[in-house]
């Protein structure tokens, strides 16, 4: 710690607080650096949490815990069990389970709501599931990639567009309703049925309503937020804000909802959700990640994202055209983003150029995927936009994109 601070202090910065730097600055572990074994480069993520940057660095209480529990076998249900009904205390809901990601959480509510509304057996998903109450009705503005992993269990989805739309689409092979929380900042066709009003109308026809919040943390709150709304079952990643293992995540909700997900899920040989294995590290793990976050001030991990944001723009705020300001997404990734805008003639690169340079640079920096792109995910970028995400920098590399910025905007393309 007393190392990072000295590193701050050099460049007229404050020191970290207790909280940040233990967010940041994961001591080096004893024993062999089998990224550089297998030749696998490490990157500096000025991105996000995203799944193919390997989303976010596990807090150092997070590493210790997961370590312990590599130790020592038990019986993988009844950690499952113990586990839920913990964090189900701690996140003040019913129900909670430890899934394979937010994706799997996903397949797991869709498989409990299957077998809420028919009282099957978890073997035959999917392959008797056209003979059984199977429709999942979803706004055709949330529809995304992560359908599949509601169909999965053999379940179809039925759009909707409007209100009326909504209300009719009620059947009695209804099993659930699906809302995505992110779609709100999506570009493209807004929804027309906001999320009150989605789950109030889901639960007229006593139909469960599950709500995607896969990204939706920081803040904190809403760890408890949707579940206290009277949402059945919410997903959320558990590698991304909550800092736990990129391989797991929650689902929270009614708990006879949530145990039927667990019977969905390993180590049952006849369920769906066989192969979305969560090992003992990984649940131990999450459960440790909910109580490192739960300790934190919120505040303070702000504060520094914002510095961050500003040891970058203060780099770069002599290049000819540039605007700089910030931006904090409403709904996921809920952090401030830096973005700089700038003119490509004046500059004399492109926004595509920069972004490569910065990737063949060592060490290797990746900017937040929205660069360049018209506005998307409540970031107001354009062709001439770099954004970049701070919230998953290491102690001192907030300097180093400044500097990397800095010369690859003053040197001509």
Not at 72 to 101: D, M, W
Not at 163 to 183: G, H, P, Q, V
Not at 318 to 335: D, E, F, L, R
Request: net charge neutral; aromatic share 4%; proline share 6%.
């Amino acid at each position: 710690m007393k190392a990072s601070q000295a590193t701050m202090a050099l460049v007229g910065a404050a020191p970290l607080t207790a909280a940040v730097e233990a967010v940041a600055a994961p001591a080096a572990p004893a024993g062999q650096d089998y990224y550089d074994k297998l030749g696998v480069e490490k990157i500096i993520n000025a991105a996000g949490t995203y799944t193919t940057l390997t989303a976010a660095c596990m807090p150092p209480e997070v590493r210790r815990a997961v370590e312990v529990a590599a130790m020592h076998p038990v019986r993988l249900q009844e950690l499952q069990v113990k586990s839920g009904e913990y964090l189900a205390k701690r996140l003040r809901c019913e129900g909670a389970l430890v899934t394979s990601g937010a994706s799997g959480a996903i397949t797991l509510a869709t498989a409990a709501c299957m077998a809420n509304a028919n009282g099957n057996k978890p073997g035959v998903l999917p392959q008797d599931a056209a003979s059984l109450k199977n429709e999942i009705i979803v706004q055709k503005s949330h529809r995304y990639s992560y359908d599949h992993a509601m169909m999965l269990t053999g379940a179809v989805i039925r759009e909707v567009v409007t209100l009326d739309d909504y209300k009719r689409a009620f059947s009695e092979k209804t099993i659930m309703t699906n809302f995505f929380n992110a779609a709100e900042e999506e570009d493209g066709p807004q929804a027309e049925i906001g999320r009150e009003q989605w789950l109030e109308i889901a639960h007229q026809h006593n139909v469960p309503c599950h709500v995607d919040a896969a990204a939706d943390m920081p803040p904190v709150e809403n760890l408890w937020k949707y579940t206290q709304m009277g949402f059945d079952l919410v997903c959320f990643s558990g590698g991304k804000g909550i800092r736990g293992p990129q391989n797991a995540g929650l689902l929270l909700g009614k708990k006879h909802l949530t145990d039927l997900a667990l019977r969905n899920t390993n180590p049952y040989g006849d369920a769906v959700g066989r192969g979305m294995k969560v090992a003992k590290e990984q649940i131990v793990g999450m459960v440790a990640a909910v109580d490192w976050l739960l300790d934190q001030n919120e505040e303070s991990m702000i504060a520094e994202y914002s510095h961050r944001a500003k040891i970058i723009g203060d780099a770069v705020k002599g290049v000819p055209s540039m605007q700089i300001s910030t931006v904090t997404p409403k709904i996921a990734n809920h952090v401030p983003h830096l973005l700089l805008k700038f003119d490509p003639s004046t500059v004399g690169i492109t926004v595509p150029e920069v972004l490569e340079k910065l990737r063949a640079q060592k060490p290797s920096i990746e900017l937040n995927p929205n660069s360049g792109h018209k506005p998307n995910q409540g970031i107001p970028s354009d062709a001439n936009t770099l954004v970049v995400g701070v919230w998953m920098l290491q102690p001192g590399e907030a300097e180093i994109v400044g500097r990397s910025l800095h010369s690859v905007l003053t040197k001509k393309a």
